[in-house]
């Protein structure tokens, strides 16, 4: 306890030091008034009895400090010295100190904001138990080639009853549906994920309140039950636990509330789709309604593929054990039913599926970042071995006077920590900054993107970041000053800049190389992927966005029956379309509109399909992209006619069928024949060709061109169509009001979603290369502005440190152009030699983006010219101003120095 409460009094000394002073001379004039006193009563005289008591304690300062060396240790003294004097140099250096915070807060900041993404998204824990038994059961389809398709439900029911390597399989697919509310003026269009019950157990996922789907719910005419997301529960219900229990109207039909399920119980939900060959896209980041799936071999026959599978091994069980074992059940199924004629199956991890598209493009700018931390950090180390150049007079007087080399590289040690803490800070507060900013413009498909923070492991990832870069920076001017010659930087004139030495210059230049081959590397990747964007952009997605808005709506099953004994003639959803459609036309500022079941872009589904007349040959086709569209969609959306006649107002449901198909069809399939007159069956019916369309994206715009046919929407009725229009002038957004009211008098409880601009849906569909790109740009630009200042600060000093040897050059005859020559030469080698090493590591590196590159190549030689002019021109003008400063050297003044 004594000794605790010894540290204890030296810690408060040293923190309130002036306190413990006027204490200790409080004690000591106490003591020497005893003294005195008791002298006075020896019979001494007063002054005498003073003087030998100031005798007793040996003297009054040496007391004093024998008394504070027992009281603190003195390390600590010296310590608080030297963070005091550390931080009257920056704060008497402002300009030096400010350039320094700011560059290494830019480093930091950058390389924690990126680092917090990247722990959000990859590192952070899986909601779900041992997340690397959970598989995705793809089938495929040898015919057609695909790996990743849905599944049926009958196949769904085979694989669960007859595995033994999956504990259990769960199927799911995405349903946004239709919600009303008490209290909201209008119905609300959500995002719902139809499940079998048994998802739930194959994830490890609990409700958070209420109960999960009992299995009895997920037969068909169980109990309509849903259970609501968390996050939709606070934002909808307030986060009301009453809300568990109660009945709400989902697509008008009556749903118990059963309960609520955490939020991160949907991850990887919209990865999954957006894997599939074919699957409805879904449309948010995260599901509001879980709904509760109930199919049955009648409403989900084994030739219809809506089901996402997901399954979790048994115990001993590995993928490839069940990549076998359901390869063998799909070869059964295949003898045992021709409708699965060609299919397979493929085993990939869930965690490939849900992290494997972002996790390149997310580890690609880790490293861009942590380039860029590099930069800085060679760009800090320049600054600090100037700035222990300008010192060095100062610390050979301070070392004269007998303080030791230990000492001084002590003093330096926490300048350089001061320093690099300043940094982190600044960096951390760019780096709340930043990440915000990222999350914002970051892709929603992302998985866990905006759950990015700067947590416990971020902030000590921070942490030791900035610890070692502070210990290496320490390091360099206390090694620099091990090599300081005494007797030299004493003898030299006050204000002249004292050399640290060949070997400070050759390190010196060696990291100005390093930093601009690190410079390259990095604009370099921002070039290919910039060049990449540009091409991205001006792909022709066949189609023309201008002034062209799209909404969509669905119509509920409950007021809309589809009957399928008398499909297609369908009439309360063709009376609505055709109702819809005629009304927005009205509208004014309307030029053309048209309605399609799937909006542009939408990789929508396929077919098989038969050539009538060719079977045999058709069962050897892959299927078809099939779009189902209204009259006047090629004038809305720009897509030329090249032959025939487009989809007209007379194909109804009650005309006889017909099609139309794209350029891309007639090259596949009609090579040498003309495909006008002659008939494509699909869904049981024959039906004619009448025209040729050119071709529009359907997989993104990187994607090539699919054949494609489109029937009309009245011969093919579905519940959910998109509203195509194009304005006559002006912003189409402008008519959002008056197609929303015209939607609204046709049918209060139908709700308008989706409305936005198409040009919009085409920008999103390059999101996620656009932020790749934006991101390592502004990485790249950073690091050429550090170069910069890099090749500055270095050109600076050797010219400061050289100012007399130019003066003596200039007054033996040379003349401004070649002192220009010489300085901005200096620049201009260590650049080029650190392009070159730059290009060359750019050039192996390159490899690395080829999944992440369109139409350019990765050693694409406009980009890497390109690179190599932007940094030598920066280098040039980084050299010439020092240059032109040499320039100013007095001829006179250097003679007069070196006599």
């Known amino acids: 306890m004594d000794r605790f409460r010894g540290l204890l009094v030296r810690f408060r000394s040293l923190w309130k030091r002036e306190a413990a002073e006027r204490d200790l001379d409080d004690e000591l004039r106490f003591h020497v008034a005893m003294e005195t006193e008791a002298g006075r009563a020896r019979g001494l005289a007063p002054d005498e009895a003073r003087r030998r008591a100031l005798l007793t304690f040996g003297g009054i300062e040496r007391f004093r400090e024998e008394t504070r060396d027992a009281d603190r240790p003195r390390w600590l003294d010296d310590a608080r010295a030297d963070l005091a004097h550390a ?81 259990a399989i769960g199927a799911m697919t995405g349903r946004d549906v239709t919600l009303a509310r008490r209290g909201a003026s209008e119905p609300e269009r959500v995002t719902g994920l139809a499940i079998t019950p048994s998802v739930l157990a194959v994830l490890g996922v609990h409700v958070i309140a209420g109960r999960p789907f009992a299995a009895d719910e997920g037969r068909p005419g169980g109990q309509n039950v849903v259970l609501l997301g968390e996050q939709f529960w606070r934002t909808r219900f307030s986060a009301d636990p009453a809300i568990v229990g109660h009945t709400i109207l989902v697509d008008e039909r009556p749903a118990l509330v059963a309960g609520i399920l955490p939020e991160a119980a949907d991850l990887g939900v919209r990865q999954i789709h957006e894997r599939a060959d074919y699957a409805e896209t879904f449309s948010s980041a995260h599901v509001d309604v879980w709904l509760a799936l109930q199919p049955s071999v009648d409403s989900f026959p084994r030739e219809t593929h809506p089901f996402l599978t997901v399954g979790r091994l048994a115990p001993g069980a590995t993928p490839a054990a069940a990549q076998r074992e359901l390869s063998t059940i799909a070869a059964a199924l295949e003898r045992e039913y021709p409708v699965n004629a060609h299919r397979g199956v493929n085993i990939e991890s869930y965690g490939s599926v849900v992290f494997g598209a972002v996790r390149p493009a997310l580890l690609l700018l880790f490293g861009a970042v942590t380039l860029l931390l590099l930069v800085t950090c060679a760009n800090v180390a320049n600054l600090l071995l100037a700035r222990t150049a300008a010192r060095t007079r100062e610390v050979a007087v301070r070392m004269a006077l007998g303080a030791a080399r230990a ?170 379309h055709a109702r819809m459609l005629s009304a927005v036309r009205a509208i004014p500022g309307v030029a053309a509109a048209a309605l399609a079941a799937n909006p542009p872009l939408d990789p929508g589904f396929t077919n098989s399909f038969t050539i009538v007349g060719r079977e045999a040959e058709s069962a050897h086709f892959p299927e078809i992209r099939t779009r189902f569209v209204s009259p006047g969609y090629l004038e809305t959306l720009g897509v030329p006619l090249l032959g025939g006649r487009a989809i007209a107002e007379s194909d109804d449901a009650h005309s006889p069928n017909v099609i139309v198909i794209n350029r891309a069809a007639a090259r596949r399939y009609f090579a040498t024949t003309d495909p006008i007159g002659q008939s494509i069956a699909f869904w049981g019916a024959a039906r004619r060709i009448v025209g040729i369309i050119g071709d529009e994206k359907f997989r993104g715009v990187d994607a090539p061109s699919d054949p494609a046919v489109y029937a009309p929407i009245a011969q093919a009725p579905l519940q959910q169509a998109t509203i195509l229009v194009r304005a006559s002038r002006g912003d189409a957004m402008a008519l959002a009001p008056d197609i929303r009211a015209e939607v609204r008098a046709l049918d209060p409880q139908v709700a308008l979603f989706g409305v936005e601009p198409l040009a919009l849906s085409v920008r999103s569909s390059i999101a996620k290369p656009r932020f790749d790109a934006v991101l390592l740009a502004a990485f790249g630009a950073v690091a050429i502005l550090l170069a910069v200042i890099g090749v500055y600060g270095v050109l600076s000093y050797t010219v400061t440190e050289r100012m007399p040897e130019l003066g003596v050059r200039m007054a033996l005859g040379a003349n401004r152009w070649n002192v220009i020559r010489l300085v901005a030469g200096t620049g201009v080698g260590l650049a080029a030699l650190g392009v070159a090493l730059g290009m060359g590591a750019a050039y192996a590196g390159s490899r690395l983006l080829r999944s992440m590159v369109f139409g350019v190549s990765t050693t694409d030689p406009v980009t890497f010219v390109g690179v190599i002019l932007i940094v030598m021109l920066t280098a040039l003008a980084a050299s010439l101003a020092p240059a032109l400063r040499a320039t100013r050297a007095d001829p006179m003044q250097a003679l007069r120095a070196e006599s």
């Open 407 to 576: 000492r001084i590289a002590r003093q330096f040690l926490v300048e350089s920590l001061v320093y690099v803490v300043l940094g982190g800070v600044a960096g951390v507060v760019l780096a709340f900054a930043a990440l915000h900013g990222l999350v914002s413009l970051a892709p929603s498909d992302v998985p866990r993107v905006d759950t990015a923070s700067i947590d416990g492991r971020v902030a000590a990832y921070t942490a030791g970041t900035t610890l070692v870069i502070g210990i290496l920076f320490a390091a360099l001017p206390a090694l620099q000053m091990r090599r300081l010659d005494l007797h030299h930087a004493l003898k030299s004139h006050g204000g002249r800049l004292i050399s640290l030495g060949r070997s400070a210059r050759r390190f010196q230049a060696c990291v100005i190389v390093a930093e601009v081959a690190l410079t390259v590397m990095l604009v370099a990747g921002a070039g290919l992927l910039l060049r990449s964007l540009w091409r991205l952009s001006r792909v022709d997605p066949g189609f023309d966005t201008t002034r062209v808005l799209e909404a969509q709506y669905q119509l509920p099953s409950t007021r809309y029956p589809i009957d399928f004994k008398r499909f297609p003639d369908i009439p309360a959803i063709n009376a609505f």
């Open 87 to 167: 931080w009257r140099l920056v704060l008497s250096r402002p300009g030096f100190s400010a350039a320094l915070v700011f560059t290494l807060g830019i480093g930091v900041g950058a390389n924690t904001a990126i680092f917090g993404i990247v722990n959000a998204v990859l590192l952070r824990p899986s909601p779900f138990p041992r997340p690397d038994r959970l598989v995705m059961i793809w089938e495929t389809d040898r015919k057609s080639g695909t790996r990743h398709e849905p599944a049926s439900w009958p196949d769904v029911v085979d694989f669960a009853e007859r595995s033994r390597t999956l504990q």
